[in-house]
């Protein structure tokens, strides 16, 4: 019976919903700006979410002939200026955390449990959403930071967790991944890491066979009763989850 110890965030769709309004949002103010006729409608970005990483998604949709193609060097030139515009809209502030996300991160962390991140994302876009979105307390309470390319391979490989766990020098039997997507939950389950998914508008139609627990969101005690797609724990799950849950579920 293995003990709770680190709870590994997400955060694109996990701790906010960052891609809709967020990153594809950016990703056409780059393309604008660099005179690139192609910007991303919502369903197409859907389809591309399945490429993780923002270069790797733009070379996708070279190589599939919807871009011009172009050198590796200048992907990358405009992946950073897709940033700079990401910090833009998230230093809005107009896009909050999930329901949920604050009251378990606060909990697990007054419990005394290791958080951390484990994302795609590119640092900065994450300290953004850190700052803007979480507070700038969180920069010290999480104890690692693992994010974008760090690591060889995006999700869904399982490097980006391995990492996070090795910083850490915790093992995994005692961690409990928290994603939105089945790229996510792969990577996850991969690193060897139980795993609770939160669905949103674009993950809802994912496979999540084999999650420990997917939710539509981590809900707020007062809030609306959450719907439990799957959870084959059968735990009390009513109306919003709590870090007793996760335990339970790495508990086995
Ligand atoms: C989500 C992703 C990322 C973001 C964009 O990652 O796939 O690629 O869409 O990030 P996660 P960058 O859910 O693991 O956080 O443009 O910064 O690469
Ligand atoms: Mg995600």
């Not at 919903?17 to 780059?30: I, K, L, P, S, Y």
């Not at 950073?80 to 990401?86: F, Q």
């Not at 792969?186 to 609770?196: D, F, I, W, Y």
Request: hydrophobic share 40%; proline share 4%; glycine share 8%.
């Amino acid at each position: 019976m293995a003990e709770l110890k680190c709870i590994l965030w997400d955060v694109d769709g996990t701790l906010a919903d960052t891609e809709r309004d967020g990153h594809r949002v950016a990703f056409n103010m780059a393309f604008d700006e660099a005179g690139i006729d192609r910007q991303w409608d919502v369903d197409t970005y859907g389809e591309l979410l399945a490429v993780t990483g923002g270069k790797e998604r733009i070379r996708f949709d070279i190589d599939r002939g919807d871009m011009p193609d172009m050198p590796y060097e200048t992907i990358a030139g405009l992946h950073a200026r897709k940033t700079i515009h990401y910090q833009s809209l998230i230093a809005e502030g107009r896009i909050p955390l999930r329901p949920g996300v604050r009251r378990l991160l606060e909990e697990a962390y007054a419990q005394g449990l290791t958080l951390g991140i484990s994302t795609t994302t590119t640092p900065a876009a994450l300290d953004a959403l850190i700052e803007h979105s979480l507070g700038k307390a969180w920069f010290d309470r999480f104890a690692v930071l693992a994010a974008g390319d760090i690591v060889p391979a995006k999700k869904p490989a399982p490097d980006i967790y391995n990492y996070a766990l090795q910083q850490l020098a915790i093992p995994a039997e005692n961690t409990l991944a928290l994603e939105d997507s089945a790229n996510g939950w792969k990577s996850a389950h991969a690193a060897g890491l139980k795993c609770v998914v939160t669905i949103n508008g674009y993950t809802s139609g994912h496979d999540f066979d084999g999650a420990d627990l997917v939710v539509s969101e981590l809900g707020e005690p007062d809030g609306e009763a959450i719907d439990v797609l799957q959870n084959p724990h059968a735990l009390h799950i009513a109306h919003h989850v709590e870090l007793a849950h996760l335990q339970a579920i790495v508990h086995g």
